[in-house]
């Protein structure tokens, strides 16, 4: 089955910041206006031609993407749960800076320390969660969309890849990619 990744449009936070959310709670920020630009315009890309369906992560500033594009392209769109973002703390409870946890997690290339200061999901983690979360649709499809975050997409491409607001990634996937 062909993927085609489409990490979310530019977002912004500023309306979670006034209402004082934290942590994850930052995950409630919308697309900005170039963001939503940025969604039409990869919603024309002949990339997507063919696709049978759009599977989204739950988190705003990727259903937002997500729903752009399918309204343009006229296509299904589900949610996957397990395509949400890398976990800065899997606990959902400390009380620390998580924004730190991410230079934690590429400082040990997404590798379990004991040393962690929060606790992050690791790479490999991350990989299972996202890559199972694809798992159902595989033979039941030719082509979908994935519309996710930047660090999902790196588990089907490479953990260092730096993918800009939606950027596309193109993977094939079958049964034998869960090996």
Same mark, same amino acid.
């Given at each position: 089955?062909?993927?085609?990744?489409?990490?979310?449009?530019?977002?912004?936070?500023?309306?979670?910041?006034?209402?004082?959310?934290?942590?994850?709670?930052?995950?409630?920020?919308?697309?900005?206006?170039?963001?939503?630009?940025?969604?039409?315009?990869?919603?024309?890309?002949?990339?997507?031609? *063919?696709?049978?369906?759009?599977?989204?992560?739950?988190? +705003?500033? =990727?259903?937002?993407?997500?729903?752009?594009?399918?309204? !343009? %392209?006229?296509?299904?769109?589900?949610?996957?749960?397990?395509?949400?973002?890398?976990?800065?703390?899997?606990?959902?409870?400390?009380?620390?800076?998580?924004?730190?946890?991410?230079?934690?997690?590429?400082?040990?290339?997404?590798? *379990?320390?004991?040393?962690?200061?929060?606790?992050?999901? +690791?790479? =490999?983690?991350?990989?299972?969660?996202?890559?199972?979360? !694809? %798992?159902?649709?595989?033979?039941?499809?030719?082509?979908?969309?994935?519309?996710?975050?930047?660090?999902?997409?790196?588990?089907?491409?490479?953990?260092?890849?730096?993918?800009?607001?939606?950027?596309?990634?193109?993977?094939?996937? *079958?049964?034998?990619?869960?090996?």
């Amino acid at each position: 089955m062909k993927v085609v990744l489409i990490r979310h449009g530019e977002p912004r936070y500023d309306e979670v910041a006034e209402r004082g959310y934290i942590g994850q709670g930052y995950d409630l920020g919308k697309l900005t206006e170039r963001g939503v630009m940025q969604a039409i315009n990869v919603s024309s890309s002949f990339r997507l031609d *063919d696709a049978e369906l759009i599977v989204s992560s739950p988190y +705003t500033r =990727a259903l937002q993407t997500a729903a752009i594009i399918s309204r !343009l %392209r006229n296509l299904e769109l589900t949610i996957e749960n397990d395509l949400h973002e890398w976990m800065p703390d899997k606990t959902f409870r400390s009380k620390q800076d998580v924004s730190k946890a991410y230079d934690d997690f590429m400082n040990n290339e997404g590798k *379990d320390t004991k040393k962690k200061i929060t606790d992050w999901e +690791t790479y =490999a983690e991350l990989k299972k969660r996202t890559h199972e979360a !694809l %798992r159902p649709y595989i033979g039941k499809y030719n082509k979908i969309i994935v519309v996710c975050h930047g660090m999902v997409m790196t588990t089907f491409t490479h953990i260092f890849d730096m993918i800009e607001h939606c950027g596309i990634r193109e993977v094939e996937i *079958d049964e034998s990619f869960f090996k």
